[in-house]
């Protein structure tokens, strides 16, 4: 079961250095696990759904906001990013300037 710590070295200096695709080599959270638990993963995406409700309408708000989000849960299919999009709300990337 122990993965090592240098695969989470190595996901997060790829993160710090802007490589998303190696950032997520590293192995996934419990969530793995968890999910295969009944009703976690309709749970997590209620949470998740809410999240992004909260975030839409804080976004209606004139002048700057910061929000952090798991990588992973920041651009799944999906995920906050994809969810905001379906809204109607621009998303720009770091890459899209």
């Known amino acids: 079961m122990e993965q090592g710590q240098d695969r989470y070295r190595t996901a997060a200096q790829a993160w710090a250095e802007g490589r998303v695709r190696a950032a997520l080599t590293a192995p996934r959270s419990a969530d793995r696990c968890q999910y295969l638990l009944p009703g976690v993963a309709e749970m997590s995406q209620r949470l998740k759904t809410a999240e992004v409700e909260a975030l839409a309408n804080l976004l209606k708000t004139p002048g700057h906001a910061v929000a952090l989000y798991p990588?992973?849960?920041l651009v799944a299919e999906g995920g906050v990013l994809d969810q905001l999009r379906a809204r109607g709300i621009t998303v720009r990337?770091?890459?899209?300037?």
Do not use: A, D, L
Not at 93 to 97: A, K, L, M, N, R
């Open 71 to 73: 990588i992973r849960s």
């Open 93 to 97: 990337t770091p890459g899209e300037g």
